[in-house]
C-alpha cells in the first residue's frame, strides 16, 4: 500500500549573473510524483530574492502540509543545504529530508549528518519511485539501490544501481512555464532545457562528470529526446548534455529527423574543439537544422596546459574550432580556465588569441578541484579556502604562484572588463551572432 507523501522539492538558490534557467533535475522528480499521483512542487529560489528564504520555505511547508522535503545539491550548495536541513528539522521534526543532486551522487557521504534522513545518489530514478510507493522503513531501503539511510542512528549505505540510459518519466514542465518571464542567458534569450545522454565519454582531471552514471557513457532513444524537444514551448533549446556532438552519425540523424519533423528551434550545446575541427563536413546540416550556439570547453591555448588538464586536445584543435564554426554561421561560446599557475603574460596571452580568432562569446573560469574529480585527489592537500559557496569557478581555492591573490583577481575581472563590453554592444546592434564581423558593431 502507498505511503502517502506530501513533496516539496528545493533547487537552492547561488549566486549567478548570466544565467536564471529551470530546475530540469527537479522537473524529473515532479514528473514521478505526477506519475504516482504524490502532491508535489517546486521552490525554485532563484526565482525569488535571497530575503526571506527560510520564511518561503516554511510558510510553503505549512500551507500545502509538506512531509516530505527534498533538496537538490551542488557543489556550490553543501553548507547552506545542511544548515537549511539543520534549521527545519528543529522546526519539523517529524518531516523527512532528502538530499540528492550532482553532489550527492559524487560525495554522498558528505551529508551524513542528524538533520538529513536519506541521501538518494542512485543512477536513475528508479529506487525514488519504489520508496515514494512503499514507505521509509529501513527494512524497506536496505533493498534499494543507491540510497543511505539511518538505522538505529547508524547511517547504512547501499551499493548503485546499474548505469542509467533512458529516463522512467517525462519532467514536469510547469516550473519552466510559470517563471518563464525571469528565464534567460545573458544576451541570448529564453531557453528550456533537454538532456540527451548520461556522464561523459572523456576524463578531464578537473571535472567529475566523467564519473557520474557510475562512469558509463550512455545515450537516450533519440527519438524519444526529439520527442521531448518538439513537445516544448519554447523556440530555444539548450542541450546540456557534457558533450552532444560526439557521434557524427548520431548528430547527423538528429539534424536529420529535426528537419523532417519541420521543428523550428533555435539550439545550443556542447562540443569538444577536437570534434569540431575534425569533422567540419557535419556543421552545414547541424546550421540548416538549428544549431546556431556551441558551447567549446577551449580551456586553454598552450599544449602543455591543456595536456596537464588531460584535455586530450591541442591549440591547433581550438584553432580550427573556432574557425569552422565561423565558416558555418554558428557562435562559438568560447570557455577558458585560468590555472592558479597563470601568469601576468597568459593573461595578455589569452588576450591576444581571442583577438586574432575574432572571439566575441567568451566565458572565464578559474580552475577548481572539485571533490570527486582526479584534480581533487591531486591537490586536496593544497586547498585553501575550501568552503562550498566557492566552488562555483569563479572563486581561488589554490594559492596563485605567480601573483598575489589579488592581483589574480584583479587581472580575472579585468579580462572581463575588457572583453564584456563589445558583447553588449553587438547584442544591442543585432550583429552578435553574425560571425563574420570583427568590429564593435
Known sequence: MRTKFRVLLIRPKYSSLVANLEPLGLEYLAGLARDLKIPCGILDEFQYPYAFRFRRMCEIIEKKHISFVGLSANANTVDYIKRRARELKKKYPHITIMVGGPEAEMNYRDFFTDDIDLVYYDNGLTSLKQIWENGLSPQFLRGRKGVAFKEAGKWIATEKGEPVCGFITKPDRRTLYRYLKNNFIFLKGKFALAKASFSCPFNCSFCYCTKMNSGKYTERNLMD???????????????????????????????????????????????????????????????????????????????????????????????????????????????????????????????????????????????????????????????????????????????????????????????HAQTYPKIVVRSLFGTAYDTKKTGWI
Open 225 to 415: 529526446f526529439i520527442d521531448e524537444i518538439e513537445e516544448l514551448k519554447l523556440d530555444k533549446i539548450w542541450i546540456v548534455d557534457d558533450t552532444f556532438f560526439f557521434d557524427k552519425e548520431r548528430v547527423r540523424s538528429f539534424c536529420n529527423e529535426i528537419l523532417r519533423r519541420g521543428i523550428k528551434k533555435h539550439f545550443m550545446a556542447y562540443s569538444r574543439a577536437d570534434f569540431l575541427s575534425e569533422n567540419p563536413g557535419i556543421l552545414p546540416l547541424a546550421y540548416k537544422a538549428g544549431f546556431r550556439d556551441i558551447m567549446v570547453g577551449l580551456e586553454a591555448i598552450s599544449d602543455d596546459t591543456l595536456d596537464e588538464y588531460n584535455k586530450q586536445t591541442s591549440r591547433n584543435d581550438n584553432i580550427n574550432a573556432i574557425r569552422n564554426l565561423r565558416k558555418n554561421n554558428i557562435v562559438c561560446n568560447a570557455l577558458f580556465v585560468f590555472n592558479y599557475t597563470s601568469t601576468r603574460e597568459d593573461f595578455r596571452k589569452l588576450l591576444r588569441f581571442i583577438k586574432e580568432n575574432n572571439l566575441l562569446w567568451v566565458v572565464f573560469g578559474i580552475f577548481t578541484p572539485y571533490k570527486g574529480s582526479d584534480a581533487y585527489n591531486e591537490y586536496r592537500n593544497k586547498l585553501r579556502h575550501f568552503r562550498s559557496w566557492r566552488l562555483d569557478g569563479t572563486h581561488l581555492t589554490l594559492k596563485p604562484t605567480n601573483m598575489s591573490s589579488l592581483e589574480f583577481m584583479f587581472r580575472y575581472y579585468l579580462i
